[in-house]
């Protein structure tokens, strides 16, 4: 009768079962429980040696504890098994419940494989159930007894203390034991997760806090502008924060700039650029309102930051002065487009304003007041707009339009005079050069100013006066019938005949008018030279009728 039968054999190894298993509850991480399943097994179980083969993260095996041998564990702790042969293992042996047996009749054929082995030769065993040094015996460890879990390792084992091969309580003992083992390295590894998960979690916190504290000292102290404002909700738009830089440049305390959004504050001629300018990455230039009612050229960068992971967003903006620079672009582009001696706009500027009233397609008088209109507002503005605090009804108003309105000239045959256009009054000075030559350049400039000065004020606000160049000057006057043209030709005719003082001295200067009229379908130079060619015909006539009157100029 086997002597694992008996009773008080079994409670003996329940007994020692019990204990080992007890002292894999009580490992303090996962290296101590691996080492622990090693050592219950050589303490607890009956075996000589043991090694545990933990699977790694690749699906591979490492020998993560020996127990048994000083030397076994030097050779073999560390060492690699690939997955592909340890299942070949598991699938050629013997299946004793769940431990796979292979005896040493079939181990020849792994002899090449990469498992880690300290398997020796021995003699042929004497009795049937004698262990020889070539058995090999695994205990699978799962991480759950139902089918298909999965595998956590091997536990292998070799040299049976009774020197013969494990009986059904042995066995049993073994699977239990096995089962035990791969619950408590599962709760280690849970162990070490959590631990790791909260050492990580701490560090996040602590480089949270610290980002935080870094960016609150970057928003405050930063030396320019830098703004929060609310994105979605009744408070879209709103600031929630303004640093100091921001608040001195507006003149306005923190808590006051809380009660605006950006579109309390931008200038009423840049709520479009505003409007205009999306949220990721937008950049726009345009003039917040000060405290004293003045405005300050500045640039407007917009980031978008998350709260919270699908937490609220909040609309980041660096505000940036750049009124100085704005002021220098702004005097540069004004000495491009204007004349140096009279601060009028100069030729260049005139031909660009004349052009940009006129396109290549001419126009009949009956299209008038109908073509180019812009087109309905269809509603679809930026979404950003309402970062800024602008409703649907705010976009849904047209700001500006970028469809053509054509110019058409007026029948200057009309007894009626009903039609109106775009008049262009060519003006070239009589007398001008007589006094340049006489008085010199200092008095001929500064007739030319003076000149200028009377033009502008008998003109309405918005028509243009531009200087041509040399005594010629040009008017832009919209909205004008033909005999609105005469009427304005006299009024500054007449403006201009009075004396011009000049150190001391009075000078005089006419002037002859020629009237052209701006038509879609010509072109400045079209135009202008329309309105020169009639000049001269002015001109001529006045010197014909006056035979005594000296062309100078």
């Known amino acids: 009768m086997d002597t694992e039968s008996e009773p008080y054999v079994r409670l003996a190894t329940l007994r020692q079962l019990h204990q080992v298993v007890a002292d894999l509850n009580t490992a303090r991480s996962l290296a101590d429980a691996l080492q622990a399943v090693a050592d219950g097994v050589v303490r607890g179980l009956g075996y000589e040696l043991a090694a545990v083969n933990l699977v790694r993260p690749d699906g591979d095996l490492v020998v993560a504890a020996f127990a048994g041998s000083a030397a076994g564990e030097a050779l073999l702790s560390g060492r690699v098994g690939s997955r592909s042969s340890w299942e070949r293992r598991l699938a050629m042996g013997e299946q004793w419940g769940t431990l796979r047996f292979i005896p040493h009749t079939e181990g020849w054929v792994l002899v090449d494989d990469d498992v880690p082995q300290w398997h020796t030769e021995g003699p042929p065993p004497r009795f049937p159930d004698e262990w020889h040094p070539g058995d090999r015996l695994y205990a699978p460890m799962y991480a759950s007894q139902t089918v298909g879990s999965e595998l956590i390792g091997v536990i292998s084992v070799d040299r049976p203390t009774s020197g013969r091969h494990p009986g059904p309580w042995g066995c049993e003992a073994l699977q239990m034991y096995a089962f035990q083992s791969g619950i408590a390295i599962s709760n280690a590894r849970l162990r070490a997760n959590m631990q790791r998960a909260l ?9 949270l806090r610290a980002s935080e504290e870094s960016f609150r000292q970057a928003f405050e102290y930063a030396p320019s502008g830098m703004a929060i404002a609310e994105m979605g909700g009744d408070q879209h738009g709103k600031l929630l924060r303004a640093n100091d830089a921001l608040c001195r440049l507006l003149g306005r305390s923190a808590s006051v700039m809380r009660r605006y959004s950006f579109s309390d504050l931008v200038h009423p001629e840049d709520v479009g650029v505003l409007l205009r300018t999306s949220a990721e990455g937008g ?7 000060r405290r004293d009612g003045s405005y300050v050229w500045v640039s407007l960068r917009n980031s978008v930051v998350a709260d919270t992971t699908d937490g609220p967003r909040f609309l980041l903006t660096h505000v940036e002065d750049i009124e100085e620079r704005k002021s220098r672009e702004l005097q540069l582009a004004h000495r491009a487009s204007h004349d140096s001696l009279t601060g009028l706009p100069n030729s260049a ?41 602008y409703g649907p009804d705010e976009l849904a108003a047209p700001l500006s339009f970028d469809s053509h309105v054509h110019t058409v000239a007026p029948d200057e045959n009309d007894e009626e005079g009903a039609g109106k256009g775009l008049a262009v009054l060519f003006c070239d000075l009589d007398g001008f050069k007589s006094i340049n030559d006489r008085f010199g350049h200092h008095t001929g400039d500064a007739v030319l100013i003076e000149v200028a000065r009377r033009l502008t004020g008998a003109v309405r606000d918005g028509d243009t006066v531009a200087r041509l160049g040399g005594d010629e000057f040009v008017v832009l006057a919209d909205g004008l019938a033909p005999a609105d043209a005469t009427d304005l030709t006299v009024r500054l005719r007449n403006a201009i005949i009075p004396p ?18 701006a038509g879609c379908g010509m072109t400045a130079e079209e135009v202008l030279h329309s309105a020169d060619q009639r000049m001269y015909v002015e001109k001529r006539s006045r010197a014909t009728s006056r035979p005594n009157h000296r062309r100078a100029g």
């Open 500 to 517: 011009i003082r000049v150190d001391g001295r009075a000078v005089r200067v006419g002037a002859s008018f020629g009237i052209g009229w």
């Open 283 to 289: 950049r726009a230039e345009l003039r917040l309102a």
């Open 349 to 389: 500027e005139l031909r660009s304003r004349l052009s940009a009233r006129l396109c290549s397609q001419p126009q009949e008088r009956s299209a008038a007041g109908t073509s180019g209109l812009p087109p309905e507002p269809d509603g679809n503005g930026d979404g950003f707009a309402f970062s800024y605090g």
């Open 199 to 207: 050492v990580r979690l701490e560090r996040d916190q602590q480089a």
